[in-house]
Nanobody
Framework: VQLQASGGGLVQAGGSLRLSCAAS????????MAWHRQAPGEARELVAT???????TYGDAVKGRFTISRDDAKNTVYLQMNSLQPEDTAIYYC??????????????WGRGTEVTVSS
């Protein structure tokens, strides 16, 4: 499984960005799509997840500002980020959990896309 994230960049505080991440590979059977982020010198943290059953979770730091969505036809997950703040500056990683063989799930991560929010 390969993941290609895009949409990162430099934005002023209060602005918005929309990240996209397309998954590709043979026999994809995605059960969960997710965004994590890692700021310089910090641990990686959960941003948002969305299951195949549409269960959504958000990290506390982004609740009410970020929205995760997906397009199953394109195997693509999106992250709409509004009201961005300098503390949102990080590399954002997308990941998917896929069924790789009966009863066996594996998580794949992309390289990440950098988001910088200036004050």
């Amino acid at each position: 499984v390969q993941l290609q994230a895009s949409g990162g960049g430099l934005v002023q505080a209060g602005g918005s960005l929309r990240l996209s991440c397309a998954a590709s590979g043979s026999d994809l059977s995605i059960t969960l799509m997710a965004w994590h982020r890692q700021a310089p010198g910090e641990a990686r943290e959960l941003v948002a997840t969305m299951s195949s059953g549409d269960t959504i979770t958000y990290g506390d730091a982004v609740k009410g500002r970020f929205t995760i969505s997906r397009d199953d036809a394109k195997n693509t997950v999106y992250l709409q980020m509004n009201s961005l703040q300098p503390e949102d500056t990080a590399i954002y990683y997308c990941g998917v959990e896929s069924l790789v063989q009966p009863g066996v799930f594996r998580t794949f991560w992309g390289r990440g896309t950098e988001v910088t929010v200036s004050s």
